[in-house]
T-cell receptor, first 114, second 113 residues
Framework: DQQVKQNSPSLSVQEGRISILNCDYT??????FLWYKKYPAEGPTFLIS?????DKNEDGRFTVFLNKSAKHLSLHIVPSQPGDSAVYFC?????????????FGSGTQLTVLP | DSGVTQTPKHLITATGQRVTLRCSPR?????VYWYQQSLDQGLQFLIQ???????AKGNILERFSAQQFPDLHSELNLSSLELGDSALYFC????????????FGQGTRLTVV
C-alpha cells in the first residue's frame, strides 16, 4: 500500500518555464511534508518542507503547496533551470512518540531543456 | 557534501553471504536512519537509531540488523543475501529524533549475484 504517490515518473520542461511536480498521500496522520532532489550517484538532498498547519512555503525559486482536504501537495520551480534536472522525491512524516520516519514517493524525473 | 559518509560505495557479493555497510553521521548528529532503494522504487525506511538506541523500525527483514556505536557511527548488517536484496542503501542523519531536513549519504550500491 503506497501511502505517498508520485504518479508522474517523468516531466520535461523548457528552461525558464514553471515546473510543477505533484504528490498525493493517503495517510491523514502525516503532518510534515518534504521534497528531496537526487542527482545520479548522489544521496537525496533536502529541498523544502511544509508543516500541515500551513498551505504554502516558499524558498527562492521553490514553492511547496499543500492541500490537506485533497491530500495533495505540489512543488513549483520557477524559473526552471537546466541544473534542476534531477529526480524529485516527495516524502511525508508522522510523529510516532519521539520518533519520526519518512515515507517516500517513487520519484519524478525532471528534465529541464535548454 | 552532506557530511554523512557511507562505505563502501559499491559492493558485489554472492547469494547467501553476509555484508556490513557503514555510516558515519554528520558531526553532532545523534540520529541515524537507514533506507533501501530498489530499482525504480522510492526509498523504503528500514530502521532508525538515536544516540545508540533503536528508535523506530520500518520494513526491515529479519535477515537485516543494525546498530549504532558509542561514537555514533552505524552499521547495517545484511545476511543470507538474496538476489532481491540488490539495491542502493542510504544512511541519513539528523540532530534530533525527528526527520526534518535529514542529510543523506551518497549510498552503498549492493549487487548480489
Amino acid at each position: 500500500d503506497q501511502q505517498v504517490k508520485q504518479n508522474s515518473p517523468s516531466l520535461s520542461v523548457q528552461e525558464g518555464r514553471i515546473s510543477i511536480l505533484n504528490c498525493d498521500y493517503t495517510n491523514s496522520m502525516f503532518d510534515y511534508f518534504l521534497w528531496y532532489k537526487k542527482y545520479p550517484a548522489e544521496g537525496p538532498t533536502f529541498l523544502i518542507s511544509i508543516s500541515s498547519i500551513k498551505d504554502k512555503n516558499e524558498d527562492g525559486r521553490f514553492t511547496v503547496f499543500l492541500n490537506k482536504s485533497a491530500k495533495h501537495l505540489s512543488l513549483h520551480i520557477v524559473p526552471s533551470q537546466p541544473g534542476d534536472s534531477a529526480v524529485y522525491f516527495c516524502a511525508a512524516s508522522a510523529s510516532s512518540g519521539s520518533a519520526r520516519q519518512l515515507t517516500f514517493g517513487s520519484g519524478t524525473q525532471l528534465t529541464v531543456l535548454p | 557534501d552532506s557530511g554523512v559518509t557511507q562505505t563502501p560505495k559499491h559492493l558485489i557479493t554472492a547469494t547467501g553471504q553476509r555484508v556490513t555497510l557503514r555510516c558515519s553521521p554528520r558531526s553532532g548528529d545523534l540520529s541515524v536512519y537507514w533506507y533501501q532503494q530498489s530499482l525504480d522504487q522510492g526509498l523504503q525506511f528500514l530502521i532508525q537509531y538515536y544516540n545508540g538506541e533503536e528508535r523506530a523500525k520500518g520494513n526491515i527483514l529479519e535477515r537485516f540488523s543494525a546498530q549504532q556505536f558509542p561514537d555514533l557511527h552505524s552499521e547495517l548488517n545484511l545476511s543470507s543475501l538474496e538476489l532481491g536484496d540488490s539495491a542502493l542503501y542510504f544512511c541519513a542523519s539528523s540532530s534530533i529524533p525527528g526527520h526534518v531536513g535529514a542529510f543523506f549519504g551518497q549510498g552503498t550500491r549492493l549487487t548480489v549475484v
